[in-house]
């Protein structure tokens, strides 16, 4: 079973800084998912990459596969972007070989 | 807009009673899950299913059983319910086995 370890656990940070938070699993993958769970417990998919850089609007999420890891940048970060950040590797088998991070809770204070 | 629907959104049960979640999406997603998230854990899967009449245990499914009937419903029963299962549910869907998975709004299950 992949172990998928994110960090930081918790972040605060100033309006505007720009944030990393990171994703490291322990098996291969053919693709890995980034999701915000937001205050209110609402979660939404932000991204699935499998290699290289995706960006939408102030998010990047990069991953690297021979280092088995995988970062989630916020550039010029808001208070709206407070939530949970959630990672989730697929190493194949069908439902089961998707393993979700824990989380990183994100607060962004203005 | 397709949506994908829980309730109820909160639910207070006690010991050893039958409750239902009910999940219903309007993606026309074959992939429909199941997951329970607590403190301390990722979300974790309790069942699955592939398509009408297709279901699948996944790794916390003791206690717990689904059923699917039709394309846009994935009911999730607690048989007995144990202070164990106070947890919050979320039911997910995908058009595919790997691919984006759109949550539900979760249950907040509270067994006393």
């Known amino acids: 079973k992949n172990e998928v370890e994110q960090s930081p656990q918790n972040l605060t940070a100033q309006e505007g800084e720009f944030i990393t938070i990171n994703c490291s699993y322990s098996?291969?993958?053919?693709?890995l998912h980034w999701l915000q769970q937001h205050p209110g417990g609402g979660i939404v998919s932000l991204f699935m990459?499998?290699?290289g850089k995706k960006k939408h609007g102030r998010l990047i999420a990069t991953i690297n596969i021979q280092e088995k890891h995988s970062s989630l940048h916020i550039t010029a970060s808001h208070p709206r972007d407070s939530a949970v950040y959630i990672c989730?590797?697929?190493?194949?088998?069908?439902?089961?070989?998707?393993?979700f991070g824990k989380g990183t809770h994100l607060i962004i204070q203005p | 807009d397709a949506e994908i629907t829980q309730s109820p959104r909160h639910k207070i049960t006690e010991t050893g009673r039958q409750v239902t979640l009910a999940c219903h999406q309007t993606?026309?997603?074959?992939?429909m899950f199941w997951y329970r998230q607590d403190l301390g854990h990722g979300l974790r899967l309790i069942h699955y299913?592939?398509?009408?009449?297709?279901?699948n245990k996944g790794e916390v499914s003791d206690g717990y059983s689904v059923s699917r009937s039709n394309t846009e419903d994935l009911p999730l029963t607690l048989e007995s319910a144990a202070s164990s299962q106070t947890s919050v549910y979320f039911c997910?869907?995908?058009?595919?086995?790997?691919?984006?998975?759109?949550f539900g709004a979760g249950t907040r299950l509270s067994v006393l």
């Open positions: 997910a869907s995908s058009g595919q086995g790997e691919g984006i998975q759109y």
């Open positions: 098996v291969g993958i053919s693709a």
């Open positions: 990459l499998s290699s």
């Open positions: 989730a590797a697929y190493s194949g088998g069908g439902a089961d070989g998707l393993t």
């Open positions: 993606w026309n997603h074959n992939n």
């Open positions: 299913s592939y398509g009408v009449q297709d279901t």
